[in-house]
């Protein structure tokens, strides 16, 4: 029988989780309970009233004397109380759910739930049944989820995403109950009880999906097709239309006019293409050949000025990174002194203010040689401001004609349109207000659909009139038609900052981490993911700033402004993402809202944010000074190390390398990405708590080039990680990684090693038999056999070799059957080593050379038939005199870049007759190499007709020559 103390205590526990959830519901949801909880709280203030009232009067009261004396029942008048807590937790915790959500949560819930009932076994014990029915449930509807990601456009589309998004919340509710059980946090009997009605409610959603005949209709269709949505859209051809007249008089002022410097301003409202002209004057060919040094940056409204001076230096120079500690003073000389000898071209987009321009100017020196910068902006003052001899040119809308067309290419490519659509095409180019981007959105949600006048006839009547002149309601239309596990990846955009070039693998990454990435058989989630984002691209939501070379692929995007902006507030709407910000007037950073992901800008903001951030899944830091990392460092960077146990179910944490922490933080069972600077040179043992981890990106501030930093051997326990990045690293216990430690089957891409033995490295790459990408530095001693054959994991594809401290040679040939790309620096090499090394490399498509000595002749000769499949060569301050190439050697070269080889006299005059050659660039070279590039150029175009091939020189630069001694 439960005693008086005991009913107390309950009836506490219960008024502080009422206490503690209260705080979380909304307005809106708090007055659907409020009358039963006033009752229920002066209810329970008359009872503690009542029992201190008797308990005065009468020493020991038992319970059965309260309840005489009341004339009622304790425990039952107790129960009301339970009930409306547990209602209330419940809506608390439901209503802080995001309502976008990643299509993978549930493979991640089901991979938890079983390693939740064997590590905590005992805690879990009470809800054994009911979790193994849930898995059970959730296992049965896999197939499902996979038919709303391959099958985006059945006919069931909106039923099959509204039951997939309730079956996701469904998962966040169970993980969050698992883990309350795990850490006491809630009462037994309310885990329980909600349990149960999960479980209700799943088979609630399943009798949905059944009723329809969902799973059994669509999953036909999707076996009979061999290709899906999960395929990538065809990349239509990126040259933008129009502005032909425009265009033509910009190049007269490029190239002619005034002997001064000029300023060609060009300026719009947003989405009129101004960035699109720039970018489209500046890669003409027949431009750029006229000046000495291109280069460009964009200022954003939120600038870096040592930012963007660096990505200028950069672009003048060929590497920047050994000016990068400069301050932005010496950086502006740098870049006068530069530019100062030499006739330029120089684009500066998107400037918001006159003081943005006073910072920059000063940098460009007029010596009268017809140099040129081109500048965009929204503003016509900025541009009237800037102006020099040239008026400014305000861009206009399109004309109808342009229009049509603009539509007509993003939608049918080279092909054009049937003379059925080409009427309602018109009408639907009209309603886009003139304004390109309007126009190129519109077409990403046309491509996607079949090319009927029915369908056509459906979007001109979704925009309707109001749409005219307003990108935010195309926008609007395009993100409606997204299918559900496109809409989360393009919101995720709302993270990052304006006008910020994102690097593909990192987003894909994060991606992944977030369970964006639904997985599919025979497929990794790398390919899976970059079809997500082919498709976005080829729905013109997401911009191409790069494309490999060698295979094509994405390697860098940007969005629009107009986008960007549209991805934070929709995100925010959706409890998705929010930007932690400091209020100008209230100067608070709190919210009662818990979104899933917080991007925040300044780190004492998440500071005062972390006490209501139990429920956030993601903390990505974001700072608009990219060089943030090599400036000193407020305290409270470190401090965020102490707060993050206040983010119990953080899933990525990613400082951007830009935050220094001053521990790991080993409590987050959930953690699944995390990135951040580091100040200590070796990592605690407790790191394998993180037993979740995917992806481990760490760098440290202490770390040189002779110091290495000690990894753990219980970092192979980790068997879930794919990404190891930490820099210059070695095993601690090597014994024990021999020894005891498991093989990281899921680790893909390992960086940077430090291996001082060829055993250490073998010892190493035993433990990764997957291994696809390996950067490491070698220290080796010489091997008992020279060019020992070393088998490197048979599916690398990507290999980077750094030489360490004073090493010549290396020991080894490498033989790795997939290797797609091969970077070697600082090595002493000979023609016979990259002989052998390129038999054993048939599929080699990328080779890169930095600071290699080519042997006591100074020589390389390349045979007949060696590299077959290589698409590009790059040499960079090598000491290669004497090139003997034979005829039928590179037969698919592409790219060949050569940039500091100053002993060279001569590129070889085979590569005339490559015919895949496309590209030849050469920097810092003799004379006589420029020529014989020249030579090539003319050959290939004149005799050949290859008439997209390219050679550029770029004049002397400031570039380091080093060779090993």
């Known amino acids: 029988m439960v005693g008086l103390s005991d009913q107390m205590a309950n009836l506490q526990e219960m008024l502080c989780l009422l206490r503690d959830n209260l705080i979380h519901l909304p307005i809106l949801d708090l007055e659907f309970h409020l009358q039963d909880m006033d009752s229920i709280i002066v209810d329970a203030g008359l009872l503690i009233y009542s029992l201190y009232d008797i308990k005065g009067e009468k020493e020991d009261t038992t319970l059965e004397d309260i309840n005489r004396e009341l004339g009622f029942d304790l425990p039952r008048n107790i129960e009301p109380i339970k009930v409306i807590v547990y209602l209330v937790m419940q809506k608390a915790f439901q209503c802080n759910l995001p309502r976008i959500h990643g299509l993978r949560y549930?493979?991640?819930?089901?991979?938890?739930?079983?390693?939740?009932?064997?590590?905590?076994?005992?805690?879990?014990?009470?809800?054994?049944?009911?979790?193994?029915?849930?898995?059970?449930?959730?296992?049965?509807?896999?197939?499902?989820?996979?038919?709303?990601?391959?099958?985006?456009?059945?006919?069931?589309?909106?039923?099959?995403?509204?039951?997939?998004?309730?079956?996701?919340?469904?998962?966040?509710?169970?993980?969050?109950?698992?883990?309350?059980?795990?850490?006491?946090?809630?009462?037994?009997?309310?885990?329980?009880?909600?349990?149960?009605?999960?479980?209700?409610?799943?088979?609630?959603?399943?009798?949905?999906?059944?009723?329809?005949?969902?799973?059994?209709?669509?999953?036909?269709?999707?076996?009979?097709?061999?290709?899906?949505?999960?395929?990538?859209?065809?990349?239509?051809?990126?040259?933008?239309?129009?502005?032909?007249?425009?265009?033509?008089?910009?190049?007269?002022?490029?190239?002619?006019?005034?002997?001064?410097?000029?300023?060609?301003?060009?300026?719009?409202?947003?989405?009129?293409?101004?960035t699109t002209l720039a970018n489209r004057l500046y890669s003409y060919r027949s431009v750029v050949s006229q000046f000495d040094i291109c280069a460009q940056c964009c200022v954003s409204q939120v600038y870096s000025y040592k930012e963007f001076l660096l990505s200028l230096l950069c672009d003048a120079i060929g590497d920047a990174s050994v000016h990068r500690e400069l301050y932005a003073n010496k950086l502006a000389d740098k870049i006068c002194k530069t530019l100062l000898p030499r006739r330029y071209l120089i684009l500066v987009d998107d400037v918001w203010d006159n003081s943005a321009w006073d910072d920059l100017r000063g940098c460009f020196p007029d010596v009268n040689n017809r140099s040129r910068i081109i500048l965009t902006t929204r503003h016509h003052e900025v541009a009237k401001y800037a102006s020099v001899h040239s008026d400014p040119l305000h861009l206009r809308m399109f004309d109808e004609v342009e229009s049509w067309k603009l539509l007509e290419k993003k939608v049918f490519g080279e092909e054009s349109c049937s003379p059925l659509l080409k009427k309602v095409g018109l009408r639907i180019a009209k309603m886009?207000?003139?304004?390109?981007?309007?126009?190129?959105?519109?077409?990403?949600?046309?491509?996607?659909?079949?090319?009927?006048?029915?369908?056509?006839?459906?979007?001109?009547?979704?925009?309707?009139?109001?749409?005219h002149n307003d990108s935010r309601a195309i926008v609007d239309q395009s993100y409606h038609v997204l299918p559900c596990h496109l809409k989360s990846c393009f919101l995720y955009f709302g993270a990052f900052l304006e006008d910020r070039v994102i690097d593909i693998s990192r987003l894909i990454r994060l991606w992944i981490s977030e369970s964006f990435i639904k997985s599919s058989e025979g497929r990794s989630l790398e390919d899976i993911a970059e079809g997500y984002l082919e498709n976005l691209i080829g729905r013109n939501l997401v911009m191409v700033t790069q494309r490999a070379i060698s295979d094509g692929k994405v390697k860098a995007c940007r969005l629009h402004d107009v986008l960007l902006d549209f991805c934070k507030e929709r995100a925010a709407e959706e409890n998705f993402l929010l930007w932690i910000k400091r209020d100008r007037s209230t100067k608070a950073v709190y919210s009662h809202k818990q979104h899933a992901h917080l991007a925040f800008t300044e780190t004492d903001n998440l500071l005062e944010w972390s006490t209501s951030g139990s429920l956030v899944g993601s903390v990505l830091f974001k700072n608009y000074d990219q060089y943030f990392a090599h400036r000193f460092l407020s305290s409270h960077a470190f401090e965020i190390s102490h707060i993050l146990p206040h983010f119990k179910f953080l899933k990525v944490m990613d400082l951007e390398h830009q935050v220094v922490i001053d521990f790991i933080p080993t409590e987050l069972p959930y953690l699944r990405y995390f990135s951040a600077l580091i100040d200590q040179n070796s990592i605690p043992s407790s790191i394998s708590n993180l037993w979740n981890l995917e992806t481990l990106?760490?760098?440290?501030?202490?770390?040189?080039?002779?110091?290495?930093?000690?990894?753990?051997s219980t970092i192979w326990d980790m068997v879930k990680l794919r990404h190891l990045h930490i820099p210059n690293f070695s095993p601690e216990n090597e014994e024990a990684l021999l020894k005891n430690s498991a093989k990281l089957y899921d680790l893909e891409t390992l960086s940077s090693p430090y291996f001082s033995r060829v055993e250490d490295a073998d010892l190493m790459l035993r433990k990764t038999p997957n291994l696809q990408k390996l950067v490491c530095k070698v220290q080796c001693l010489e091997y008992p056999h020279q060019h020992h054959l070393y088998n490197f994991p048979i599916r690398l594809e990507i290999l980077e070799l750094y030489r360490s401290k004073a090493f010549k040679n290396i020991p080894f040939c490498i033989s790795a059957p997939n290797l797609k790309y091969l970077k070697l620096s600082d090595f002493y090499l000979d023609s016979q080593y990259l002989s052998e090394t390129a038999d054993h490399l048939k599929y080699l498509e990328v080779l890169i050379l930095y600071y290699v000595e080519f042997g006591d002749h100074r020589e390389w000769k390349v045979s007949n038939g060696m590299f077959p499949q290589l698409k590009i060569l790059k040499l960079k301050c090598v000491s290669l005199m004497k090139w003997i190439v034979a005829d039928d050697a590179f037969p698919n070269l592409e790219q060949l870049v050569l940039r500091g080889c100053r002993l060279l006299m001569e590129i070889p005059s085979c590569f005339m007759d490559i015919l895949s050659l496309q590209y030849i660039e050469v920097g810092n070279c003799n004379e006589s190499v420029v020529k014989s590039a020249m030579n090539i150029q003319e050959t290939q175009v004149e005799d050949n007709q290859n008439t997209n091939f390219q050679a550029r020189s770029q004049r002397e630069k400031d570039v380091e020559i080093k060779f090993i001694s």
């Open 432 to 467: 886009c207000g003139q304004l390109p981007i309007s126009i190129v959105l519109v077409a990403g949600i046309l491509s996607e659909m079949e090319k009927e006048v029915e369908c056509w006839e459906q979007v001109a009547n979704n925009l309707g009139s109001h749409i």
């Open 697 to 712: 990106i760490l760098k440290n501030t202490s770390v040189g080039r002779d110091n290495t930093l000690l990894l753990p």
């Open 106 to 274: 549930v493979d991640f819930l089901l991979k938890n739930l079983k390693d939740f009932q064997g590590r905590y076994s005992d805690s879990l014990a009470f809800l054994k049944n009911q979790i193994q029915v849930i898995q059970m449930e959730f296992e049965s509807l896999q197939p499902f989820l996979k038919v709303v990601v391959e099958e985006p456009h059945n006919k069931f589309k909106r039923l099959n995403e509204d039951c997939a998004i309730q079956i996701i919340r469904k998962a966040h509710e169970v993980e969050y109950v698992v883990d309350a059980c795990i850490n006491k946090g809630i009462p037994h009997r309310c885990l329980k009880r909600w349990l149960q009605d999960i479980i209700k409610e799943i088979t609630c959603i399943k009798a949905k999906i059944q009723e329809k005949n969902i799973v059994d209709d669509t999953m036909k269709t999707v076996i009979a097709r061999t290709s899906s949505k999960l395929a990538r859209t065809p990349r239509m051809n990126e040259e933008i239309v129009g502005f032909e007249d425009v265009i033509e008089n910009l190049i007269k002022k490029l190239l002619s006019g005034t002997k001064g410097q000029d300023v060609i301003s060009i300026h719009g409202m947003p989405g009129l293409g101004k």
